[in-house]
């Protein structure tokens, strides 16, 4: 099996160069034949009837690598999480639960964005909580693309205020929230994305492997080749 993943593009029409790096990626010769992706693929998701440029765009990218015979799964992020059925089906992709358990190189792992892991961050938390409420995503979602983009911008504005005043290990993982979920679920890999700090962490439960963002200069993912994955950082021009 060779495998990608990757997470934390935050794909939008102000980051032209990370759109051209994943086309590179996914129209190289050599496509994998998966194509993990843990989420924030977009920088931000109002719903699967999207139309903005972005949107149709990288739908047509992800029905072309699609179309050449590559799965895809997709999860949604503390971005995109409006990410749905509907986009799954239009770029021929699965929508992965919020926690997935797999076999990776050869070993139970559980796949997810990681932000649950961020249990010390409890404002967030409980936003989260909110946000992924079907009730509420169905009042959203009757709201025209005109009001929820500006929603959208108004929540990212206030985001990036409240991320600004919050130490900074309160933004990374629990580790006792890592320990829980790893016995949980049987894993002895994890996979994920969220905290922008890409590492391989060896723990008494086996490994947690931290995918790292996309930015104008460099993008990260990890492959899987058998049972050897490597995690690989990639120069943008």
């Given at each position: 099996?060779?495998?990608?993943?990757?997470s934390?593009?935050?794909l939008?029409d102000?980051?032209?160069k990370?759109?051209?790096?994943?086309a590179?990626l996914?129209?190289d010769?050599s496509?994998?034949?998966s194509?993990i992706?843990l989420?924030?693929f977009?920088e931000?998701?109002?719903?699967?009837?999207?139309?903005?440029p972005i949107?149709n765009?990288v739908?047509e990218?992800?029905c072309?690598t699609?179309?050449?015979?590559c799965d895809?799964?997709i999860a949604?992020?503390n971005?995109?999480f409006m990410?749905?059925?509907r986009?799954?089906a239009?770029i021929g992709?699965s929508l992965?639960?919020?926690?997935?358990?797999?076999?990776?190189?050869?070993?139970?792992?559980?796949l997810?964005?990681?932000?649950?892991l961020?249990?010390d961050?409890q404002d967030y938390?409980?936003?989260?909580?909110m946000v992924?409420d079907?009730?509420?995503?169905e009042?959203?979602?009757?709201?025209?693309?005109?009001e929820?983009r500006?929603?959208?911008r108004?929540l990212?504005?206030?985001s990036i205020?409240?991320?600004s005043?919050?130490?900074e290990d309160?933004?990374?993982?629990n580790?006792?929230?890592v320990?829980?979920?790893?016995?949980?679920s049987g894993a002895t890999?994890?996979?994920?994305?969220?905290?922008?700090r890409p590492d391989?962490?060896r723990?008494?439960?086996?490994e947690r492997?931290?995918?790292?963002?996309?930015?104008d200069t460099?993008?990260?993912?990890?492959r899987?080749?058998?049972?050897t994955?490597t995690?690989e950082?990639?120069?943008?021009?």
């Open positions: 099996m060779n495998r990608l993943f990757i934390d593009l935050h939008s102000t980051t032209p990370i759109e051209a790096a994943l590179q996914l129209l010769s496509l994998p034949d194509l992706i989420g924030d977009f931000v998701w109002v719903g699967d009837d999207d139309d903005a949107a765009r739908r990218l992800l072309e699609s179309r050449r015979g895809i799964s949604r992020g971005r995109d990410l749905g059925e986009f799954a239009d992709a992965l639960e919020d926690e997935t358990l797999l076999t990776i190189a050869g070993q139970p792992a559980i997810l964005h990681g932000d649950t961020c249990t961050d938390q409980r936003f989260r909580t992924h079907a009730g509420w995503q009042e959203m979602m009757k709201k025209p693309l005109t929820r500006e929603l959208a108004q990212r504005a206030l205020d409240a991320a005043n919050k130490p309160i933004m990374d993982v580790a006792e929230a320990t829980d979920l790893m016995a949980a890999l994890m996979i994920h994305g969220h905290t922008h391989r962490h723990l008494p439960e086996g492997i931290v995918l790292g963002d996309w930015t460099s993008g990260w993912l990890l899987e080749q058998g049972e994955l995690l950082q990639f120069i943008i021009h």
